[in-house]
T-cell receptor, first 111, second 114 residues
Framework: RKEVEQDPGPFNVPEGATVAFNCTYS??????FFWYRQDCRKEPKLLMS???SGNEDGRFTAQLNRASQYISLLIRDSKLSDSATYLC????????????FGSGTRLQVQP | DAGVTQSPTHLIKTRGQQVTLRCSPK?????VSWYQQALGQGPQFIFQ???????QRGNFPDRFSGHQFPNYSSELNVNALLLGDSALYLC?????????????FGPGTRLTVL
């Protein structure tokens, strides 16, 4: 079983739609959680950190459920520029400094 | 404020050769991590350098080695290249005492092994 699992997609949605991505992680000792965005043939860029209380940044909302080891990302009012691969990322406790990435979920927003 | 830089951007090598990739971290950062990203996959952690020492290592063979210099820049060396080493190699920098150790990635070096 992979440490971080994501639905690979692709998710094809019209502009203005709301889309949700889910992710599960296997290491219950994980401490930090992130969503990164990666455009085709570019580097991953930090989209947002995910906090236990949930957090929002404009059209983006991230949720964490530690009991279920589940992370989500909600994008409201999708824009064409949101088309990218979204990577769910988990970091272990202080002894494990590496980021563990899911394989990514591809989003294609269509006009 | 310069972000993370990597060189070269592209590289073509043949099996058995050796390669060195370079990374300069974001200004103010002291920690460098290296990742390998195969096509269609998420990045896989190779190792992390802090205070010029390898602090943590992922599941990669000894053919992969690295170095960090006093100015925090880093090199990744791969010996005896295999076809399967073809990938995007990403460097990420962070501040050891930074908020949540958020890591910021450079543009990567695309390595093709023929």
């Amino acid at each position: 079983r992979k440490e971080v699992e994501q639905d690979p997609g692709p998710f094809n949605v019209p502009e203005g739609a709301t889309v949700a991505f889910n992710c599960t992680y296997s290491n219950s000792a994980s401490q930090s959680f992130f969503w990164y965005r990666q455009d085709c043939r570019k580097e991953p860029k930090l989209l947002m950190s995910v906090y236990s209380s949930g957090n929002e940044d404009g059209r983006f909302t991230a949720q964490l459920n530690r009991a279920s080891q589940y992370i989500s990302l909600l994008i409201r009012d999708s824009k064409l520029s949101d088309s990218a691969t979204y990577l769910c990322v988990v970091k272990g406790d202080t002894g494990r400094r590496a980021l563990t990435f899911g394989s990514g979920t591809r989003l294609q927003v269509q006009p | 404020d310069a972000g993370v830089t990597q060189s070269p951007t592209h590289l073509i090598k043949t099996r058995g050769q050796q390669v060195t990739l370079r990374c300069s971290p974001k200004s103010g950062h002291d920690t460098v991590s290296w990742y390998q990203q195969a096509l269609g996959q998420g990045p896989q952690f190779i190792f992390q350098y802090y205070e010029e020492e390898e602090r943590q290592r992922g599941n990669f063979p000894d053919r992969f080695s690295g170095h960090q210099f006093p100015n925090y820049s880093s090199e990744l060396n791969v010996n005896a290249l295999l076809l399967g080493d073809s990938a995007l190699y990403l460097c990420a920098s962070s501040l050891d005492r930074g908020r949540r150790n958020e890591q910021f990635f450079g543009p990567g070096t695309r390595l093709t092994v023929l």
